[in-house]
């Protein structure tokens, strides 16, 4: 076994100190194994190398099951390798069997938060409170952990946006995962940045892009100008409106863009506001008419 201060040999006689206690203040795994054990010479190398890459995150602690049996029935182990998971003097979670490296990392990312996922927590509830200068520091120091963490990246967006930097905040949205591109945060970010060059006209301007769109009906491009405005400053119904009459006229008008905008409304709205579903219906009754 590699002699690390995170990776333990423990019995019966030191279980309660090693895992019971120390489970208070640093996650335990334990690895019940026997020397015959064909499976358990393929699981222990990758718990090791696993409690080696990041050291502190959680000690590894291997029982012999051979030499401890009533440890083992204690804590009904029925097949090794057996895996548990304990956290403040409770198992809290387990698996049994000789899983493949990646689902090992997935057992240990669910069940043991990394310090980038602490400190991403802790920066959303920053956010929430109001707090986000506060809230960047802990995003950005997360990603000194771990700079492809997910959370972190779009909490970092999140904040940029709503100091009006949306340049800066695409820059993250381009690094996160594949995965995390269809989530609806990520979809509301997408949509806040597609209308995020959208003019912001006070009411004399407001009023003469209307008083354009009433003269000239047929203008799709000014109505689309109007309603970008609108979604601007945050009349989401009045805009939808005019995409909705961009649609109505022309369904490909400039690569279908009055349908493209309502959908990126949706996105900025989410997927239940009443908004959404009123013009979501409204969309598909012309769309599929």
């Known amino acids: ?45 990758i718990l090791e190398k696993l409690a080696l890459e990041t050291p502190g995150r959680f000690l590894l602690v291997k029982i012999n099951s051979d030499q401890n049996p009533a440890l083992s029935q204690k804590l009904g182990v029925k097949g090794i390798p057996a895996v548990k998971l304990f ?53 950005r120091q997360a990603l000194e952990h771990d700079p492809k963490h997910d959370e972190s990246l779009l909490g970092m967006a999140r904040v940029l946006m709503t100091s009006g930097r949306p340049q800066e905040a695409a820059a993250f949205i381009e690094r996160l995962s594949p995965l995390m591109a269809h989530s609806p945060d990520v979809k509301a970010i997408l949509a806040q940045l597609a209308f995020s060059n959208a003019a ?34 945050g009349r989401y119904e009045e805009a939808m409106e005019q995409f909705l009459a961009v649609v109505r006229q022309d369904r490909q008008f400039d690569e279908a863009a009055g349908r493209v905008a309502m959908v990126q409304v949706f996105d900025l709205l989410g997927f239940d506001n009443p908004l959404t579903v009123q013009y979501r219906a409204k969309l598909s009754a012309i769309l599929f008419s």
């Open 87 to 139: 956290l403040d003097g409770q198992m809290v979670d387990e698996f049994t069997g000789a899983l493949p490296e990646s689902q090992v990392r997935r057992f240990l990312d669910e069940a043991i938060p990394s310090e980038a996922d602490n400190l991403a927590a802790q920066g959303v509830m920053l956010e929430q409170e109001g707090a986000t200068a506060e809230a960047f520091a802990c995003y």
């Open 200 to 233: 912001n006209p006070d009411d004399e301007a407001l009023d003469a892009l209307r008083r354009a769109v009433e003269t000239t009906p047929g203008d799709l491009a000014a109505r689309m100008e109007l309603g970008r405005a609108l979604v601007g400053i």
């Open 1 to 45: 076994m590699t002699d690390s201060p995170w990776i333990l040999d423990v019995n019966q006689t030191t279980f309660a100190q090693e895992v019971l206690e120390r489970s208070r203040s640093v996650p335990v795994v334990v690895d019940f194994w026997a020397p015959w054990c064909g499976p358990c010479r393929t699981l222990g190398p």
